[in-house]
């Protein structure tokens, strides 16, 4: 019953970043040459509406997926680490021109290159989760 709800959600989630053209290469450029807010403005609606969404599930009681209450932890602010992530996160989505949230959205417009991009998302994913036990945290 729960794979229906979350392709209905995907799909919903992609008519939205297509509507607010967040699938946009020529706007996600402008984003990074400082010459639109556009895309500034669509990233800080969905942090403001997810810090709301949090908020509002935490004090409903709302429970995870296994059935444990919803809780978030304080972490150390580790300032090098952010650094070096936040630029590498920036340079991929500056040279693919593609922000990773809408990426399946673009293969449903049938650009079918991003599927390139895709892979090489989780390629770099899967080489973390093998390193990760080797790397500092």
Do not use: N
């Not at 989630?13 to 402008?30: D, H, L, N, P």
């Not at 997810?50 to 059935?67: D, F, H, N, S, Y």
């Amino acid at each position: 019953m729960k794979l229906p709800i979350f392709a209905l959600l995907g799909i919903f989630f992609g008519i939205i970043m297509t509507k607010s053209e967040a699938v946009s290469w020529y706007r996600i450029q402008e984003m990074f040459h400082f010459d639109s807010f556009h895309m500034y403005g669509i990233i800080g609606t969905a942090v403001v509406f997810g810090a709301v969404a949090i908020l509002l599930l935490k004090r409903m009681g709302v429970q995870t997926v296994e059935g444990q209450p919803l809780k978030l932890q304080a972490k150390q602010l580790q300032i090098p680490r952010l650094l070096l992530g936040g630029t590498m996160f920036g340079l991929g989505w500056a040279m693919t021109g593609a922000c990773p949230g809408p990426l399946y959205t673009l293969v449903g417009h049938g650009i079918w290159v991003i599927l390139v991009v895709i892979a090489s998302a989780l390629i770099g994913t899967l080489t973390y989760g093998l390193l990760k036990s080797k790397l500092p945290h």
